[in-house]
């Protein structure tokens, strides 16, 4: 059992289960401000809210016992997480495009030990990351680049919905990470607009590509088709706001 935190909250008071005292939203990140790595910021567990209530939740051994434990401490009720919003894998969150945009590196920790992985390898499909059912996501590593202009771009009906298409876009010089959100299976690297920006291509005509190699989904928001436009829209205009 994995800890249950604002979503899981959300779903569960939805379901009954759990009455949460407050609405879940986003806290302050704690960083170490770079002092464990040298060219690294780390984000850990401590953006979970409580580390030790997060253990006792994933001793749980069932999910009526977790919801209580969580009820119990107030943790999932108020805390939406970084590590939960990544773990969960949904290619229509916003964090995950972020992680990519940056080249966060994702430190798994489980009964075998602790490994890292990229945020490339780690969303592997529809709701499937690379953490395995006894393991924890436990640290963010993201690289340091100072100077760094970013933008996040996210098109939706209503300001709480997940995006129909959103972007996380990062510029360093000519060196650009781009994230895309909901625009296939996973949240995915737009790696032809990074290639364009890196042999000196503008805004637009690097956004042209925003929808390579990608396999958008059609649903009720949103076509295959509208979907590709949305993207080459919003990577141009984070790719300008980032300043190029
Ligand atoms: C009404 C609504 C609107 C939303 N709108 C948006 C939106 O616009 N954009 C957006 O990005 N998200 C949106 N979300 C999603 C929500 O913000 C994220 O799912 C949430 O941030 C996940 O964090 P959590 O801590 O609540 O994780 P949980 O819901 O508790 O966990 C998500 C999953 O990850 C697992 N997990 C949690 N922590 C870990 C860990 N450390 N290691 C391994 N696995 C773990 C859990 O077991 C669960 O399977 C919305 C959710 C709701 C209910």
């Given at each position: 059992?994995?800890?249950?935190?604002?979503a899981?909250a959300?779903?569960?008071g939805?379901a009954?289960?759990?009455?949460p005292?407050?609405?879940p939203?986003?806290?302050?990140?704690?960083?170490?401000?770079?002092s464990?790595?040298?060219?690294a910021?780390a984000?850990d567990?401590?953006?979970c809210?409580?580390r030790a209530h997060?253990?006792?939740?994933?001793?749980?051994?069932?999910?009526?016992?977790?919801s209580?434990l969580a009820?119990?401490?107030g943790?999932?009720?108020?805390t939406?997480?970084?590590v939960?919003?990544?773990s969960?894998?949904?290619?229509?969150?916003?964090?995950?495009?972020?992680?990519?945009?940056?080249?966060a590196?994702?430190?798994?920790k489980?009964?075998?030990g602790?490994?890292e992985?990229s945020?490339d390898?780690?969303?592997?499909?529809?709701?499937?990351?690379?953490v395995g059912?006894?393991?924890l996501?436990i640290?963010?590593?993201?690289?340091k680049?100072?100077?760094?202009?970013?933008?996040?771009q996210?098109?939706?009906?209503r300001?709480?919905?997940?995006?129909i298409v959103?972007?996380a876009?990062?510029v360093?010089?000519?060196?650009?990470?781009?994230?895309l959100?909901?625009?296939?299976?996973r949240p995915?690297?737009a790696?032809?607009?990074?290639?364009?920006?890196?042999g000196?291509a503008?805004?637009t005509?690097?956004?042209?590509?925003a929808?390579?190699?990608?396999?958008p989904?059609a649903?009720?928001?949103?076509?295959?088709?509208?979907?590709?436009?949305?993207?080459k829209?919003l990577?141009r205009?984070?790719?300008?706001?980032?300043?190029?």
């Amino acid at each position: 059992m994995r800890p249950p935190g604002a979503a899981t909250a959300q779903i569960s008071g939805k379901a009954g289960a759990l009455v949460p005292p407050r609405t879940p939203g986003f806290r302050t990140i704690h960083t170490d401000e770079g002092s464990r790595y040298e060219n690294a910021h780390a984000v850990d567990d401590r953006c979970c809210g409580r580390r030790a209530h997060r253990i006792d939740v994933c001793r749980a051994s069932d999910l009526d016992r977790a919801s209580e434990l969580a009820a119990a401490v107030g943790l999932g009720a108020r805390t939406a997480t970084l590590v939960g919003s990544l773990s969960h894998g949904d290619p229509a969150s916003d964090l995950p495009a972020v992680a990519i945009a940056l080249g966060a590196t994702l430190v798994i920790k489980g009964a075998n030990g602790t490994r890292e992985v990229s945020s490339d390898d780690f969303f592997q499909g529809f709701l499937e990351t690379a953490v395995g059912p006894d393991e924890l996501l436990i640290e963010i590593k993201v690289p340091k680049m100072n100077g760094a202009k970013w933008s996040f771009q996210k098109f939706n009906r209503r300001a709480m919905d997940w995006a129909i298409v959103g972007c996380a876009v990062v510029v360093d010089g000519n060196k650009a990470g781009v994230g895309l959100v909901n625009m296939d299976s996973r949240p995915i690297r737009a790696s032809a607009v990074e290639a364009a920006i890196g042999g000196g291509a503008n805004a637009t005509d690097a956004a042209a590509s925003a929808d390579a190699g990608t396999e958008p989904p059609a649903d009720l928001n949103a076509s295959v088709e509208y979907r590709r436009h949305l993207a080459k829209v919003l990577v141009r205009r984070a790719l300008e706001e980032a300043g190029k």
